[in-house]
Nanobody, 115 residues
Framework: QVQLVESGGGLVQAGGSLRLSCAAS????????MAWYRQVPGKQRELVAS???????NYADSVKGRFTISRGNAKNTVLLQMNSLKPQDTDVYYC?????????WGQGTQVTVSS
């Protein structure tokens, strides 16, 4: 079993910054890939950014140049630095980690960007 705990969401004005963090526990092995998704109620969950083996990163076109995903100093942690936030970035953000054939998800953290 893997548990993912997110933190760092909140309310920010357009143009501001937030940093999300996600810590995975319950596994002694390294988790190769971790990612952030976001979802507005009634819409499909979409990939925001991922980081994989060798620190290969991937971003949604809508966040390229504004968001940066990185691994934290602690094992099995991932950070999402979000700069130049826009009202359309308002969403619930979920941490994701595939492990041993299963997809694990955090509880979600709300990010609200006011105009």
């Amino acid at each position: 079993q893997v548990q993912l705990v997110e933190s760092g969401g909140g309310l920010v004005q357009a143009g501001g910054s937030l940093r999300l963090s996600c810590a995975a526990s319950g596994s002694n092995l390294g988790i190769n890939r971790m990612a952030w998704y976001r979802q507005v109620p009634g819409k499909q969950r979409e990939l925001v950014a991922s980081i994989a083996r060798g620190d290969t990163t991937n971003y949604a076109d809508s966040v390229k140049g504004r968001f940066t995903i990185s691994r934290g100093n602690a094992k099995n942690t991932v950070l999402l630095q979000m700069n130049s936030l826009k009202p359309q970035d308002t969403d619930v953000y979920y941490c994701n980690a595939p492990y041993c054939g299963r997809d694990y998800w955090g509880q979600g953290t709300q990010v609200t960007v006011s105009s």
